[in-house]
């Protein structure tokens, strides 16, 4: 059973109140003895209104509200909040989402390996928004147990407890500066360091979805950011996988050509109100094989 809690949320123009008010309640109620404490880091947020609500945060019992001047990044404010931490547990959750009325409890009981999961679920019904599609799928393919069969691959920073000194001792790469793939890194790295990790039913659900052009834009600097990291991630990106194969098959011109050819009518698809999964997946190909044909031709 967990004795000590440090509960960290890194968060960028998000309200986290709601959120704060949450975690207090159940720390308060459903969790015993165990110690606990919450902080709050602004990673470089521009809106003064959130930053004015989040500093409310600060009347709350054991919690405390960071404010960083300059956005540092996803990985290093994570790093951040780690150091800040004055007990031996971190859960890391990410600002904006909803949590189910035991989540606290169920990571006090959980197994204790040196990393548990708790997974991403959704909230509402948003057919016309892409990530919420995107999301849906990837809970039917992420559940406990697909996790569990696969559990280093299967990591993400969205909701999961860390001891304290194994995220010290192996902190995310915050030399990654774009959008996307530092789990994918720390999972690599939790691997090579035979460190133990536990997937649980315990999903913080997203409730709130960007913008369709916005989630884009998302998704193309996650591209970069993989071709970026391509000789690194060979076996841990389907993606990067299927684009090797291909050109390995003298494919990648071809595939090139077509995003030349269709790639802003995709893109419209993708940012109108009728996006649809196998629109963003012919997408991400062509989008990154073009970027992965150019860096490997120069």
Request: aromatic share 10%; charged share 25%.
């Amino acid at each position: 059973m967990v004795e000590q809690l440090s509960i960290l949320i890194p968060t960028y123009n998000d309200v986290c109140y709601d959120m704060v008010d949450e975690i207090v309640k159940q720390a308060s109620n459903t969790i015993g003895s165990c110690k606990w404490e919450v902080i709050v880091a602004e990673d470089g947020s521009t809106d003064t209104n959130s930053i004015f609500q989040n500093n409310k945060i600060e009347h709350f019992p054991h919690c405390r509200h960071l404010i960083l001047k300059e956005n540092i990044g996803r990985a290093a404010i994570r790093n951040h909040l780690a150091k800040e931490a004055h007990y031996d547990r971190l859960l890391f959750i990410d600002a904006g989402l909803s949590l189910p009325p035991y989540f606290l409890k169920k990571y006090i009981l959980a197994d204790q390996a040196d990393v548990v999961c708790g997974g991403v679920g959704i909230s509402g019904l948003h057919t016309s928004n892409l990530r919420f599609l995107y999301e849906s799928e990837a809970c039917t393919r992420f559940s406990p147990e697909k996790r569990s069969s696969n559990p280093y691959k299967s990591f993400r920073t969205t909701n999961f407890m860390i001891l304290k000194d194994v995220m010290i001792s192996h902190p995310l790469r915050s030399d990654i500066k774009t959008y996307g793939y530092e789990d994918v890194i720390f999972g690599m790295d939790l691997e090579k360091s035979h460190t133990s990790i536990c997937h649980i039913d315990n999903p913080a659900r997203y409730k709130f979805f960007e913008p369709n052009d916005i989630y884009i834009n998302k998704v193309e600097e996650s591209m970069y950011t993989l071709a970026c990291l391509s000789e690194e991630l060979h076996g841990y990106s389907p993606l990067l996988d299927t684009t090797i194969k291909l050109r390995a098959m003298y494919l990648l011109p071809i595939l090139r050509l077509l995003y030349n050819l269709i790639g802003k009518m995709l893109r419209k698809k993708l940012t109108g109100d009728k996006p649809s999964l196998s629109a963003l997946k012919i997408y991400k190909l062509l989008y990154f094989a073009s970027i992965y044909h150019h860096t490997k031709s120069t």
